[in-house]
């Protein structure tokens, strides 16, 4: 009896030794999936600027022809080649399948119709911080350094028609400082993993960034001279 308990007592030592460990191997490998499919995602991008005159698409504005569908919408048969990426009816069903659109680690998954948010941001026109529309990859000033995808918060904040804007595939981008993490309509998390998140830049690298070290200058493209509606998709 008592060589029992012994045994039983070393297992659960071992098991309490042994899980912090596998819980921290865990969650480095779903940060590594999560970065993964931001790789996939900037490569998709890349070849859909090579159909389409060198131009990416950005935030989805429903009055300009040239901003609809939403970014991951357009990007979608690049990244799946499964399913009908032209029928509107069945994009948002789509976007919530597509295992390379999420971050495994989001506590939606599965829910929402892809688990990054694009850089809309049009520095030019603050205060009022207009979202901008698609962009020519080549225009971007110091592409390393600029971000291009970021991972969506838990939960978008409550705009004025309390609703909640995460479940809908066309609020996929942040264009305003109150989008910033921790801030009035959060649409950006930089803690998702342990304390960091993710960004894919605009020369396709991904880099993770510490909470806090998300500055608003970081989605600063440069651009002064912007698309028109002449520019369609």
Known sequence: MVELLVVIAVIGLLLALLLPGLARARASARQLACASNLRQIGLAAIYYSADNSGFVPRDHTPRRADRRPPW???LGPYVESQGDWRD??????????????QCP?????????????????????????????????????????????????DLFALERQG?????????????????????????????RHDGR?????????????????????????????????????
């Not at 509107?88 to 659109?101: F, H, K, N, T, Y």
């Not at 595939?169 to 930089?190: F, G, N, Q, V, W």
């Not at 998140?197 to 002064?224: K, Q, W, Y």
């Open 105 to 153: 680690t989001h506590p939606l998954l599965g829910e929402i119709p892809g688990g990054f948010v694009v850089n809309a941001f049009k520095f030019e026109s603050e205060p009022q911080w207009d979202p901008d529309g698609p962009l020519r990859l080549v225009k971007v000033r110091d592409a390393p350094n600029v971000v291009w995808l970021a991972e969506a918060a």
């Open 88 to 101: 509107p009816a069945s994009v948002a069903q789509l976007l919530r399948e597509s295992p390379v659109l």
């Open 197 to 233: 998140a993710n960004l894919l830049f605009f020369d396709s690298s991904v880099r993770p960034v510490i909470r806090g070290g998300l500055e608003l200058s970081m989605f600063d493209d440069g651009v002064t001279s912007r698309a028109t509606e002449d520019v369609l998709y």
């Open 72 to 74: 991951m919408a357009l």
């Open 163 to 191: 609703v909640n804007y995460i479940f809908f595939p066309e609020y996929r981008d942040a264009y305003k400082p109150e989008h910033l993490p921790r801030r009035r309509i959060e649409r950006i998390s930089d803690d």
